[in-house]
Structure formats: C-alpha cells, structure tokens
C-alpha cells in the first residue's frame, strides 16, 4: 500500500461545483501540504499543516480551503470550481527532519469545464 | 520572497553525452532537494544536499550545492533513454516551516 494516499486520481467536473480532495497517509508525519502542478509553472503550494490545530496559507491559497480532520488525513476543497483550477494536485508529508524529503502521493488530475 | 530559477526548462540530448542543469535561488538556504517526475507520475526524490560543497552522486546522476552563490547542479553523465524525465530542484526556505519552493522543471529527453 502506498504511504501517501490520494483520492480520487481523477475527476471531471463542471464549474461552480463543490469538490473535496483527500490525503491519507501512513508514514506517521506531522507536516502534511497540498501543492498545484501546471504545465511549465513546477509545483506551487496551495496550504500546509503541521498537526490537527496547525493550517496555513501557501503561495497560491485563494478560492481553495483545507481540513486537517487527524493527524493522516489532509483534505483541500474547492468551493466553486472554476476553470483555471484545472491541475494536477499533490498531497505531500514530511517528518519535519530536513535530511529527510517530503513524500508525495500519486496525484489527483482536476478538469474543471 | 525566495524565487528558485532552474536552466534549462527543455534540454535534449544524444545518449553518451553529458550535461548539466542548473538550479539558482535568490535567498541563503542550505537545504536543496532534487526530484525526478516520469509523464503522470508522482515525484520521485533523487538527492537531499544540506550544506555548503556537498555533493551526491546516484548512477549517472550528481547533484553539487554552493549556499555561497546560492546555486545547486545536476550533472548527468553519459546519458541513456532511461533518465529521461522532468527534474526540479526544491529549496527550504529555512527555520522550521519545511516549505519548499519548487523551480519550474527541467524537461529531459534522451534521444538514441
């Protein structure tokens, strides 16, 4: 089983739609983060939690929010979706140790019509 | 506000030969982490260099980081199809945040 769990891998969906993300991971990390990948742009941060009591905003947080439901779970939403919100999501850990990487799940691929 | 800034964005290259991309970042860090992305995957982390002068080297790949003129390399060497991928560097901007701030991408290709 993968460490780093993201649900769904894909989702089509139409503007103005509600959609929730989710992260579950295994490795027993504290710091959880949500990035956007676009094409040509790398990977951006969206939000980031160091435990259940602990959110804040990244780089590019607006019209997105996020539920640190325990220490393993990490959801971001979308409130009212919109078109240029299609992306590739990522779901990240980290220990907190900086020999160690942060550990990224598989994605999730957002369309937005 | 740290801004990390790799080149090339798109680099091809003959299998054998070698080459470099370059990560630069705008403030000090001494924590630099390179990943590896194939087409619709996750990332993949390649090498974690925490300090002044150091180096890592995996197969064909090593990574070098200089904090003093806040650049890091990837030099490939005698390249084969297999390494083709897309490559980021990621710099910690320091204290106990843990965030990364993720370059654009390298997009590599190697051609027989």
């Known amino acids: 089983d993968a460490d780093v769990t993201q649900t769904p891998r894909n989702r089509i969906t139409k503007t103005g739609k509600r959609i929730m993300l989710e992260c579950s991971q295994t490795?027993?990390?504290?710091?959880m983060y949500w990035y956007r990948q676009d094409p040509g742009l790398g990977l951006r941060l969206i939000y980031y939690?160091?435990?259940?009591?602990?959110?804040n905003k990244g780089e590019i947080s607006d019209g997105y929010s996020v539920s640190r439901q325990a220490q393993a779970k990490f959801s971001l939403s979308l409130e009212s979706a919109i078109p240029n919100q299609t992306a590739l999501y990522f779901c990240?850990?980290?220990?907190?140790?900086?020999?160690?990487?942060?550990?990224f799940g598989d994605g999730t691929r957002l369309s937005i019509l | 506000e740290l801004k990390v800034e790799q080149n090339p964005l798109f680099l091809s290259m003959q299998e054998g030969k070698n080459y470099t991309i370059y990560c630069n970042y705008s403030t000090t860090s001494d924590r630099l982490y390179w990943y590896r992305q194939d087409p619709g995957k996750s990332l993949e982390s390649l090498f974690v260099?925490?300090?002044?002068?150091a180096v890592k080297q995996e197969g064909r790949l090593m990574a070098s980081l200089d904090t003093k003129a806040r650049l890091s390399t990837l030099h490939i060497t005698a390249a084969v199809h297999d390494l083709s991928a897309t490559y980021f560097c990621a710099v910690d901007g320091g204290g106990s945040n843990y965030k990364l701030t993720f370059g654009k991408g390298t997009l590599l290709t190697v051609n027989p």
């Open positions: 490795k027993g990390h504290d710091r």
């Open positions: 260099l925490l300090s002044n002068g």
């Open positions: 990240a850990t980290s220990g907190g140790e900086i020999n160690q990487p942060q550990h």
């Open positions: 939690s160091f435990d259940v009591k602990d959110i």
